[in-house]
């Protein structure tokens, strides 16, 4: 419904943090569940963390628990996935994107088809 703009991305070293934010463009935002996805190239979009629209839940991959914290603020309209601890193996493209229903998240990245162009994320050794 809300077209989202990803930013923040860029060329880090391992151990380094990165904040990338998630933000509406052109209409009038209302807060929905969101969730972060990467791809890699040659691998599938893959799910990271979601959060609800009042932002009291949140989920994540196994592969980011304890790394990654998705997060939101109001007053900007803003979603955001900290990452710490960068791995070379994070090295992808980050997208997000918003769904009524938090619970469908997860599963969304295969099917979904309003992806954006993402932020790229490069995690040298």
């Known amino acids: 419904q809300v077209q989202l703009v990803e930013s923040g991305g860029g060329l880090v070293q391992a151990g380094d943090s990165l904040r990338l934010s998630c933000a509406p463009s052109?209409?009038?935002?209302?807060?929905?569940?969101t969730g972060w996805f990467r791809q890699a190239p040659g691998k599938d979009r893959e799910f990271l963390a979601a959060?609800?629209?009042?932002?009291?839940?949140?989920n994540y991959a196994d592969a980011v628990k304890g790394r990654f914290t998705i997060s939101r603020d109001y007053a900007k309209n803003t979603v955001y996935l900290q990452m710490n601890s960068l791995k070379p193996e994070d090295t992808a493209v980050y997208y997000c994107?918003?769904?009524?229903?938090?619970?469908?998240?997860?599963?969304?990245?295969?099917?979904?088809?309003?992806w954006g162009q993402g932020t790229q994320v490069t995690v040298s050794s």
């Open positions: 052109g209409r009038t935002f209302s807060s929905v569940a």
């Open positions: 994107a918003g769904h009524p229903l938090y619970s469908a998240i997860t599963t969304m990245g295969a099917t979904f088809g309003s």
């Open positions: 959060i609800n629209s009042l932002g009291t839940s949140t």
